[in-house]
């Protein structure tokens, strides 16, 4: 990917298409558009903030996007979200000899998976907490019983972000079973992984894989909780700052030597080698770092503070990755720190509105980026269509000015009864 190679790909000029509809698709559509190497641009289907670049498909009609990078000679498919991974769009395209960027069908049930996961981690070795597989809900009740709480309770299948309880007390526990096994989440419940709580600080760790060799982004601390305080309703991010200030290369080489290289040698030695973003969800326990979960694409929040501080240009990584070459990459970063505050509907994660107004600022700041995710076009006004709306990002020399230049930007945005965490960025204070 350098030389006469990279030289070539910026003289042709790509055709990027881009799968997804949130927030992180649209921050990987601005760093990709960025780059010289990109010719012509598609989202599908995109939101309010991708417009330009928004074709009318969805990311589960795979026959669609199929026929469509076939049609436009598209050059290269960035998959963002888990679904269309976990019904094998990677899979059809490489039949079509188009080049995408993500796992197999089967690597893909890493996330997929639950059960799967943890199957991995015992083979690989991996650091991760004690555990027990049901499908039985009585035998899961009957365990609870013995073990009690604190404990953690997961769907096995995809639950959009919200397939795990922590449950603190054991009335929690019991309730969580009831819910994950009695069809909250569909058939994604059939199975519950019944999970050791681990006490510490949590960071995601999202890594560049091809297969066998690992290269980390910057690590990455979310806040999942609804409310202020790391309480309420699990969701699928309420916000995030990078990277965490307890955070070390001792620590990141400890990652990726005792949990992202075994996982992928693992993988390897089946035959379903793992190329894509390896995401792993990592708490750092008094007995050193141990693996919460792994996810197989680029995380939503995560995405949006990891590409603000991209500095390399994003298309030869995603390439070196399909290549199988990505030892000879180079990636560099930005100095300082990126945050993000998500504004949500009113009433999210719970029953929302939607069809609210937005009003943005016009902001033309190069470190300030407003990444939209629930929203649509309605005429030429911005309008809400999900739970988590906007991704309020900016860069900046450190996290006190990030923290105060985020949430200085939201003042200016109209979103009526918006919720938002006011305490973003707080944790990485401490330190």
Known sequence: MTGNVLEKAITEGKKILIVGSGGREHALAWKVSQSPLCKEL???????????????????????????????EIDLTIVGPEDPLSIGIVDRFQAQGLKIFG????????????????????EAKVPTGEYQ????????????????????????GLAAGKGVIVANLFDE????????????????????????????????????????????????????????????????????????????????????????LPTLEVMHKRGTPFTGVLFLGIMLTSRGPKLLEYNVRFGDPETQVVMTLLKSDLIPVLEACIEGCLEEIKIEWFEGTALCIVMAAPGYPGSYQKGIPISLPQNTEENKVIFHAGTILNTDRVESSGGRVLGVTVRSDSLVSAREEAYELVKEIGFPGAHFRTDIGLKGLKY
Not at 52 to 65: E, R
């Open 42 to 72: 598609y989202v599908a289907p995109g939101n309010a903030g991708t417009e330009k670049w928004n074709i009318p498909l969805q990311v589960d009609d795979i026959d669609a996007l199929v026929s469509f990078a076939t049609e436009k």
């Open 133 to 156: 597989t049901f499908t039985n809900k009585e035998e899961a009740l009957k365990y609870l019983g013995r073990i009690g709480a604190p404990i953690v309770i997961k769907a096995d």
């Open 173 to 260: 526990a019991m309730e969580g079973v009831e819910k994950i096994m009695g069809g909250a989440f569909g058939s994604a419940g059939n199975e519950v992984v019944i999970e050791e709580y681990l006490e510490g600080e949590e960071v995601s760790l999202l890594c560049f894989c091809d297969g066998m060799t690992a290269v980390p982004m910057v690590a990455v601390q979310d806040h999942k909780r609804a409310l202020n305080g790391d309480l309420g309703l699990n969701t699928g991010g309420m916000g995030t700052y990078c990277p965490p200030p307890f955070w070390t290369k001792k620590l990141e080489q400890e990652v990726i030597d005792n949990i992202a």
């Open 103 to 122: 796992p197999s069908q089967e690597a893909a049930k890493l996330e997929s998976s639950k059960v799967f996961a943890k199957t991995i981690m015992d």
